[in-house]
């Protein structure tokens, strides 16, 4: 049986958006934006409150299957504990179902707020290595999750030799000469009704493309930005993604003719965009605005922070 705590605890974590794959880099390669999340749970003496702020009201469940409650109880359980009952408050930045990880930032974040709840019991905090494979074991693969709870840029992998899989990732360090630009659509998209569109084969041809331009990619975003453009091409998803969001395929072309490196986020239908100049051409802000997209110039995220009470640390 799992030890009691006590009514009256507090804990906080902030958590960043992530975009992944990175164009060639598919459900490996991750990136934390400046978008955050925020989450402040209390141990009440019963029952299950939450409550939900900005990006999701209205739309997200208000129960037990909730993500980030799921992520505590799971986080909890780990650390051999349990609440008799929560309140968890979620104030969220980070646009739902547009391809810039809210999922793997809810599930991390509730982790991470288990922490601080950990922390003022006699049970040892979940570490940011176990984060990372307790925060991959929702979804199966640790390209967001880990740059979530890393920040900056990742690289994950996955070790299927073992039961359960065992998740891994890696920091590498970004160019500070590379900018973001996050360009957002009013449109939604579900991964799982992105993901069905790609074939379960692939030939030769293709995976020898991605593996050199995801090799390649590694090196333009640590020290060779200006190879960017060739690091970025992809022939596994985005193009087989297109159809089903044809705005952010075409804006995503439309990027790349201007010189930019573009790709789409994650599943899409989000794009993001990297290049060395500080701005983007007017002729592209102004497309995107006319065709319902929302641009940004976005910095590279943090690694999740958590805290017991209401300041945050690394």
Request: some cysteine.
């Amino acid at each position: 049986m799992n030890e009691l705590l006590p009514a009256g605890l507090t804990a906080t974590a902030v958590v960043a958006a992530s975009s992944a794959n990175l164009g060639p880099g598919f459900d490996s390669l991750g990136l934390a934006l400046s978008l955050y999340d925020e989450i402040v749970v209390e141990t009440t003496e019963s029952g299950l409150l939450i409550e939900v702020e900005g990006e999701g009201f209205g739309q997200v469940p208000l129960g037990p299957d909730h993500l980030v409650v799921r992520a505590i109880e799971r986080g909890l359980e780990v650390a051999g504990l349990r609440a008799p009952g929560l309140v968890v408050r979620c104030r969220n930045a980070i646009p739902h179902s547009r391809g810039l990880g809210s999922s793997a930032a809810a599930v991390v974040g509730g982790l991470a707020a288990a922490n601080g709840l950990v922390a003022q019991s006699n049970s040892e905090p979940i570490s940011e290595l176990d984060l990372v494979q307790l925060s991959s074991e929702f979804e199966g693969h640790p390209d967001n999750a880990a740059a979530a709870v890393l920040g900056g840029a990742v690289v994950s992998w996955i070790d299927t030799n073992t039961h359960p899989p065992v998740y891994s990732a890696a920091k590498v360090r970004l160019h500070p000469d590379i900018h973001l630009f996050a360009a957002v659509p009013e449109v939604k998209s579900s991964t799982a009704e992105t993901r069905v569109l790609l074939p379960d084969l692939v030939s030769h041809q293709d995976a020898r493309f991605n593996l050199s331009r995801a090799a390649l990619l590694v090196l333009a975003l640590t020290e060779r930005p200006d190879l960017l453009m060739a690091a970025t091409e992809d022939a596994l998803h985005q193009r087989q993604r297109g159809p089903a969001m044809p705005a952010s395929a075409e804006y995503l072309q439309l990027l790349r003719r201007c010189g930019l490196a573009a790709v789409l986020s994650g599943a899409g239908p989000s794009v993001l965009a990297l290049g060395t100049a500080p701005d983007l051409p007017a002729e592209v802000i102004e497309y995107g605005t006319a065709h319902g997209f929302t641009v940004n110039k976005i910095a590279v995220g943090d690694g999740v922070r958590w805290s017991s009470g209401v300041a945050t640390r690394a």
